[in-house]
């Protein structure tokens, strides 16, 4: 394939769909309970609802909503020590645009910017370096956060930046990774996973070699899947057809982008700046060990967390605010006791109504109505 019509295709879709149920059929426990497939990136959320891909699926197949989308793990307390630092006169800080209205206890980045202080919005971490060249009299923050699929460039930058001799640029390093969320989210007690949609664009970064635990140790089948609605449709496809043949392994669907041992340059970039966190707090989910990675000690003149004092408070969430559950797939967004009432994406109380990649924003643009024609409804 090479136009994005053809993985838009309602022919191929169509013949993906039929043979779906002849899968589920040859698998004895979705005759006691729906098989339940956990999409672990946020983009395939958007792609599942903004396609109907659920309503082409049978009962007896659930879509698990998984915790990759790094807006939507960000606690707290962190979005917090973003307007601490905002804050300070001397500081330009500088963020991807579905940073700027998560909650924190205070206000979001976009309140303090409307409070007057220096927020701006950009759209790659080279640009934030470009406005610390433009104003060597101020200190640029830049706001890194997200999985693999964004560390390389953040960590570019720094390399860059100290080539280069700036000084007044900083990270706030929130970079977290995705294998320890995904093993958390198999030794929880609360899910009963059948398989995974394996992220896309981390595996771009990582390769296919890390998922390996979830075939070989806790048994899972696992697909690395594309974006595209045939993407994701083929990928639970391959899903169901490991579970019919008994199958426990990682397959790459995705094979047009992510190669098996990964980004040789990226993977470089990462070890030479980072280096994983005893632990790394996430909105939800509580602390997961080794989850997130921060600035490596010969770099620590670019961190922002050593040149100022960030309070680092750890904040729950609203009581009224189930974003856990939902990070967690134990209950669905339109579950939660304020989806679409008091949390919309006008007014957010959590970060899954804000992020682009949130599972509630994806239930509240594409999923509020249910399609489906009732099987006892007239013709």
Known sequence: MKYVDEFRDPAKAEALARDIPRLVARIPRARHRPLQIMEVCGGHTHTIFRYGIQQMLP???????????????????????????????????????????????RKSLLKAKADGADVRMVYSPLDALALARRHPDREVIFFGLGF?????????????????????????????????????????????????LGPGHVSMVI????????????????????????????????VLRQLAEGRREVENQYGRIVPEA????????????????????????????????????DYAEYDAERKFAVPNIKIADPKSCQCGEVLKGVIKPRECKVFGTACTPETPLGSLMVSTEGACAAYYNYGRIDTRVPADAPA
């Not at 807006?71 to 630092?85: A, E, K, S």
């Not at 790394?280 to 080794?290: A, K, N, T, Y």
Request: proline residues 7%; charged residues 20%; negative net charge.
């Open 59 to 105: 009962d007896a197949v659930e879509y698990v909503h998984g915790p990759g989308c790094p807006v939507c793990v960000l606690p707290m307390g962190r979005v917090d020590d973003c307007v601490t630092l905002a804050e300070r006169p001397e500081v330009i800080f500088t963020t991807f645009g579905d940073a700027m209205r998560v909650p924190g206890s």
């Open 207 to 238: 390769g296919t070699r890390p998922y390996a635990f979830i075939a070989g140790h806790y048994g899972k089948p696992i697909t690395i899947a594309g974006f595209e609605p045939l993407d994701v449709l083929q990928s639970t496809w391959m």
């Open 148 to 196: 693999e699929t964004t560390m390389p460039s953040t960590a570019m930058t720094l390399i860059q930046a100290r080539r280069q001799g700036i000084r007044n640029f900083s990270l706030f390093c929130n970079h977290i990774t995705i294998i320890p969320t995904i093993k958390a989210m198999l030794d929880s007690p609360e899910l009963t996973l059948d398989g995974f």
């Open 262 to 297: 990964g980004n040789s340059k990226a993977l470089a970039a990462i070890r030479e700046v980072y280096e994983l966190r005893e632990f790394f707090e996430w909105r939800g989910l509580g602390s997961i060990d080794h989850s997130g990675v921060r600035i490596r000690a």
